[in-house]
């Protein structure tokens, strides 16, 4: 994987587009280049740039841990883990586009995109977008966002975290793991190695192991509280089953038995009461229908006079009529009267209103040549009134700014004092401190310095009581080897071993080796004295191991003395030389040796470093604020002349203006006694509205009482002429009804009135009431012989009580034998309940036990396995996956050491995560890491953050590094060493970037992409080499 190219547009304080091509020169030949600026230039958001377009994500905002928003623009907040707030303030658009080579060696280009709403600064962030193009094919490839940075990744072969590893080396987070506690040291590893599963598989493992251990628990409380009978109890309750069953059906059928006597008397009793009641209602209906016989004969009358119904009713209804329009006819007549007095009143009405517009018409002719003069003046009126008020506002508003512009360069004169007393007191501070200036600009590598003397002081002086130490016990054991000896001696005089042995070897007769007799003595004591002699020799055996361990105790505290001697004195030559780099520029600072003694130079040196910058800052802006202020100062007195002539001007047009508005005022009194026109005109208009509304109300009034009149006249007409018809109809109604009534006795006009006053509705009602008592009375007599015939059918049953079994006998007997029966039901469900109960418990233990002993196995391997790696932190398993982890990584850190300095080798100390150093030059001395100095320190987490790029990269080969830190911190011959170690990687094909602001870094390396520094928080790109 190789980048070929990062571009970018917008992007902090990046302003506008911008260029990095690695494949033309200068950058194409240069295998290692530098990437400077000052402080807050840009330099990292080359790096953001490239991850952005990449992953859509950025290391600073990728490390922000709190969940907080904060304003965008407007009203809108966006979260500070947004990789959006890299787009720059003010702009509407930005971009991020990298050209990169793929694993199988195609050229590709992915680019980030965000925008605002509309492409305006102030517009809402839109969704970020991801485009890749195949430049190998030249073609886009489609899909969604997610779909594009998962093949991106295919691609390149590293994930985000990956990639930053690999590419992007982490040698700061390994200046912290150096020196990490253990826990502390886990967590950074998997930060660092992206291993944090073995956490998440260890706490897994303990939740796990817990709940198997609570489900087992469960389980074996559930089976313990299922209930089941012993077996001797089992057999009673079933043979007290079968008993019950047998008497309960004996119950049951003496029950049924009793229940169809019981419901036999019932039943008689009921059909006994039915034909009662049917008999009693044959009675009730043959009264009514005696009751009846009337109308059944007023009904028949009815029908037979029908047929003259309709000439009745119609003469009836003429004799009506002709009484109605008797009425309206005199009504009509009445009412016409009055319609011909209200006609002549409005002819009159009419003509004074045509009188009274002839008046109105001629005085408005005389007035209307006033009322346009008048409309003239009014309209010069309105003008001049504008006018005036305008001149008035233009006069308020000059003078307001005349009294602004004064209060303004008052208050600019004020500011102008107050910072030059401030830029007085500075310049002052400056002189006082004036021997720091040549001091500041390397107080960053002076404050290194002095911490590496500080450390190899201490270094020293650990030393040297390391060698007291080991003085101290080497003089204790030269006096315990001295005691040693002449215990030794003392047993060597009682028993040497050699005369023990040849005292054993003597035999009587046989002369001694050492004085030639051959009578033994001593000989005969020699079993007396065996016991003893073996003691000394156990003793004399005892104090030779003393004397050997003594003998290498000591041999080996004076190597340490000797070797402690020589660390010290490299760590003293150490801190005097750093001393006096440090002096080189501290010279002029005379207390700068007391201040280190105390401890507190350091510090003194960074506060005043602090105060030096700030001061230098502030100054700096009081300059251009004083300059500001001059020039605005300047303008605004300017300003203030030019206001003063203006306002003179308006003053004079002011006065002009309200005198032609009094000339004209008092010209438009005179006119209409001051009326405005439009008033009087509109007087006018409305006199003649009004007459005209009259003139038309009259006319109209005339025209409507006309029209009545004809009216009056065609309706009197019309009754008359319907009088004469109804007469005629009634004289020939009333000689039919007399014909017909004259065939019919008995019957007069009152009572056929009467008979014919029944409507047919009613008529209808009174037959089908009649009809249904007919219907009745058959239905009725059918009821009384069916209930008859039920009772002599039911008397014949087979089953029915003896004359001696009473209703209620039977009914307490069986309600004795009912009780019974549900007693023995109800004992009869509780033994079923309780077999069943038994039988389902034993079901469901049954059931449980395969489970059970699945449960105690699964509990039990995962209990070994939390015995081994569970925790409920994740810590268990994190250190010891962690351990072989580590291990791997010090296989490649310790390649790219030996590059670095042939001096170091590293080491994990044994069962922990804790790294100790070999010291090769100092014959293998085993180091901690916290005697490391600062540029010990640097090379040592270089060479862990090269050896985790070889470690995430082992399958694929990156042609391209990026190292943003450490450099400040390293002497000369550090430095020069970091330099040789990336110029080696350089030759291995690998294309370096190195991210600093050293002097020594920049003026090794040749090819650069600066980051220049502007106005206005902007930056710019150039490219030297």
Known sequence: MKILAIRGKNLTSLEGEFEIDFTVEPLKSAGIYAITGNTGSGKSTLLDALCLALFDKMPRTNQVGENISMIDVQDKTINQRDSRTILRRGTGEGYAEVDFVSLGGEKFRSTWLVKRARGRADGSLQNSEIRLINLSANSEIQGKKTELLTKIIQLIGFSFEQFTRAVLLAQGDFVTFLKARQAEKAELLEKLTGTDIYSRISISIFNRSKKAEQDLLLLEERIKSIE???????????????????????????????????????????????????????????????????????????????????????????????????????????ERKANSLSLEQAKNALSACEKEQ???????????????????????????????????????????????????????????????????????????????????????????????????????????????????????DAKRLEILHQEIEQLNKELPAEIAVLREKLQEGIPCPVCGSTHHLLQRNNESSRLREEELNKVKQANEKKLQTLTENIEKAKNNIIQLTALRETYAKQSVETLAKAGEYLFRWSSWKDLFQQGTLQKRLKEQFDKWNNNTNNLTLLKGTLEKLDTNLINEQKNLREIILTLETKEQKQTETETTFARLTEERKKLLDGKPADAVSHYYASRKHEIAEKLKQSSDNKNKYISIEEGFKGKIEQIETELSRLKAQILRLHTSVDNWMAAKEDMTYEYLSELLSKDNAWLISEKQYLNRLRETEITGKATVAEREKNVINHRQAEIKPNKDEPQELLETELTEKTALATQKDIRSNEINALITSHLKGVEKIKSLEKELAEKRDLSLNW???????????????????????????????????????????????????????????????????????????????????????????????????????????????????????????????????????????????????????????????EIIG
């Open 358 to 476: 002839k008046e109105v018409e001629d005085v408005f002719a005389k007035t209307e040549p006033d009322i346009i003069k008048a409309r003239e003046l009014d309209v010069q009126l309105k003008t001049a009134v504008t006018n005036t008020i305008e001149i008035r506002k233009e006069v308020d508003a000059v003078k307001r700014s005349k009294e602004k512009l004064e209060q303004t360069i008052l208050s600019l004169s004020k500011d102008k004092s107050s910072t030059q007393k401030s830029m007085d007191e500075l310049n002052k501070w400056f002189e006082q401190f004036k021997d720091f200036a040549e001091i500041a600009p390397h107080v960053a590598l002076l404050i290194n310095l002095l911490n590496d003397a500080q450390t190899a002081t201490g270094q020293s002086e650990e030393k040297r009581r390391a060698i007291e130490k080991e003085q101290a016990i080497l003089d204790e």
């Open 228 to 334: 089941t009978l012993p077996d001797e109890q089992l057999e009673l309750l079933e043979t007290e089953k079968k008993t019950m069953g047998e008497e309960t059906a004996n119950l049951k059928n003496a029950i049924t038995l009793l229940s169809e006597k019981i419901k036999w008397i019932k039943q008689d009793v009921i059909l006994c009461r039915e034909l009662s009641e049917a008999e009693k209602q044959w009675t009730d209906l043959q009264k009514k229908i005696q009751e009846a016989k009337p109308r059944y004969e007023y009904i028949n009358k009815i029908e037979s006079v029908q047929e003259i119904r309709d000439d009745f009713n119609e003469w009836q209804q003429a004799r009506k009529q002709v009484k109605e329009n008797e009425t309206n006819l005199t009504k009509s007549e009445k």
């Open 863 to 1021: 209990k070994k396995l939390n015995e081994m790696f569970g925790s409920a932190t994740g810590t268990k398993f994190k250190e010891i996956a962690q351990g072989y982890t580590l291990d791997a990584l010090l296989v490649y850190s310790n390649r790219h050491l030996q590059q670095l300095s042939g001096r170091y080798l590293l080491q994990r100390i044994p069962d922990t995560l804790a790294l100790q150093v070999v010291d090769m030059d100092m014959l293998n001395e085993v180091r901690t890491v916290y005697s490391l100095s600062g540029g010990e320190s640097f090379l040592v987490s270089l060479a862990l953050a090269l050896g985790l790029s070889s470690l995430s990269s082992n399958r694929m080969k990156v042609e391209s590094l990026f190292i943003d830190e450490g450099f400040g911190s390293l002497d000369r011959d550090t430095l020069r060493i970091a330099m040789d170690t990336l110029e080696r990687l350089q030759n291995q094909g690998r294309k370096i970037g190195v991210i600093s602001h050293v002097s020594e870094i920049t003026e090794r390396i040749h090819t650069q992409i600066k980051v220049v520094k502007s106005t206005n928080g902007k930056s710019r790109i």
